[in-house]
């Protein structure tokens, strides 16, 4: 099948590259030239696992292209999707101006029947407006093509995008049930039949519950790891150990185990956003909610919760001391920083007067833009970004973790006591056995399991 992908970013190039992988002709949009002249010279823009052989492969196949020509791209597609950003606007809300500008493309170009399908996560009613905006575009041309706007919302987790891509748990379409609307129900099953082989994943539903379901899933997920976050500062103080009480909760099926680790804080492009924009659909509609409002202020006092054991460690005097910290992106398997944790972290030692020697696999190009954009020049100033992990202890009055990368988790602690001016280690992602570090003369601080015995 022929796909069009407008917006070549962390979606739009998995997508693209994966739908490629499965034989269908790709072409890829954005109206970033650096990115496509990057991609055609085959520098893959993003860190994200697998995804770089994936592109060559189908690239040099011939099945996967990139562009900027939004007439060449609108004319390639059977179906045409959407995957631009959707950033948070200043009161919450989704910024929907890319989505829109997207539709406005391929109706100033589309000649025949069009099927438009949003992967972007946007808020309901979304698809109506970017309907609005195709007719008008084909009222001025007065041209008389039919089309239909479907929501795809996709649920790929950076860090592991391919695979969950082509592995997906399901695969939600919400489209209408006139002609044009079952015209591009039938594509699109046809275009994800490789994935029902086994069983069926993909679920039909109308367009606003599509759209609906993406907020549900983060804003569920999100509110899974505020709770546990919060429970965790309890058991800090109530001596409990929290990773224990996951075991012991996580066994019941009806709870699970998974999205409950405790730790310092989520981050990322989607649940913080997300999260925001749904409160900001409720309130629109005259509501407030309660439970989501309660998960992002827990979240945002949980990013300073290690701050707050680091500041009470050192009696309060930060100035002068200096931290190695490791890990940098808002998760493992990623060069993602936004709305990273260590931001915001890094952000109050140097406002504290301590100094930084920060380390990650992958992030560290990334967070040095990220952080020159957060900081004035003084403060970033008490940044020093290393290439080597161990490097950063040298001289550290204690270690910081801030994202679970594999390669922190059996690090040489004999070296690292060597190294490190003092053995405290702040851990915001509980990587280590507590009552072991204990043993080994460690004073390790980390979230809900301070107390373990
Ligand atoms: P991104 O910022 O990485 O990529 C967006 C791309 O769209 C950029 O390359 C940008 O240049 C391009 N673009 C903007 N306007 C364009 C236009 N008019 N024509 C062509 N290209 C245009 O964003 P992302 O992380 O891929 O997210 C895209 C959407 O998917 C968002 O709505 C996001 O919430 C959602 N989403 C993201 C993830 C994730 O893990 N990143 C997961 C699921 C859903």
Request: include cysteine.
């Amino acid at each position: 099948m022929k796909v069009t992908i407008v917006g070549t970013g962390y979606v739009g190039l998995v997508t693209g590259a994966c739908l490629a992988e499965l034989g269908n002709d790709v072409l890829c949009l954005d109206v970033d030239s650096v990115k496509i002249d990057q991609l055609n010279n085959g520098v893959v823009p993003i860190y994200e696992p697998g995804l770089s052989d994936v592109i060559e492969r189908n690239r040099e196949a011939g099945r996967l292209r990139f562009s900027t020509d939004i007439p060449e791209a609108v004319a390639h597609g059977d179906i045409q999707f959407i995957a631009v950003g959707t950033p948070p606007d200043e009161d919450g809300s989704a910024d929907l101006q890319y989505v829109l500008a997207a539709a406005r493309g391929i109706a100033r170009h589309m000649n025949t029947f069009t099927v438009i399908v949003n992967k972007s996560t946007v808020p309901v009613g979304t698809a109506d407006k970017v309907r609005d905006i195709v007719m008008r575009e084909l009222a001025v041309r007065g041209v008389e093509s039919q089309f239909t706007v479907v929501s795809n919302p996709e649920f790929l987790k950076e860090g592991a995008a391919v695979e969950d891509f082509l592995r997906p748990d399901r695969i939600v379409i919400g489209c209408d049930l006139d002609v044009p609307g079952l015209r591009a129900k039938s594509l699109l099953e046809q275009l994800y039949a490789p994935f029902n082989r086994n069983h069926q994943r993909t679920l039909f539903m109308d367009v606003r519950s599509a759209e609906f379901t993406k907020y549900a899933a983060n804003a569920m997920l999100a509110t899974r790891i505020s709770f546990i976050n919060e429970l965790a500062n309890l058991a800090d103080r109530v001596g409990a150990d929290i990773e224990q009480v996951r075991q012991g909760i996580g066994s019941d099926p009806r709870i699970g185990y998974s999205f409950l680790y405790a730790g310092c804080g989520y981050g990322g492009s989607c649940f913080p956003k997300d999260v925001r924009a749904l409160m900001h659909t409720a309130g629109e509609q005259g509501m407030e909610l309660n439970i989501l409002a309660s998960a992002e202020f827990v979240n945002e006092q949980q990013k300073m919760v290690l701050f707050d054991k680091i500041r009470h460690h050192f009696d309060h005097s930060l100035e002068g001391k200096h931290f190695a910290v490791w890990g940098l992106a808002f998760k493992p398997n990623t060069d993602d920083m936004r709305q990273a944790t260590s931001r915001a972290l890094i952000a109050e030692l140097l406002r504290a007067r301590a100094t930084v020697s920060v380390y990650d696999p992958v992030a560290l190009d990334e967070a040095r833009r990220t952080l020159a954009d957060d900081l004035d020049p003084d403060s970033y100033e008490g940044i020093r970004f290393s290439r080597d992990r161990d490097a950063t202890l040298q001289g550290a009055d204690a270690l910081v973790i801030l994202t679970e990368w594999k390669e922190f988790k059996s690090p040489d602690f004999a070296h690292m006591k060597a190294t490190l001016k003092n053995t405290v280690v702040f851990d915001g992602r509980n990587l280590y056995d507590p009552v072991s570090m204990k043993k080994e003369g460690w004073t390790y601080y980390t979230i809900g399991r301070d107390a373990a015995k």
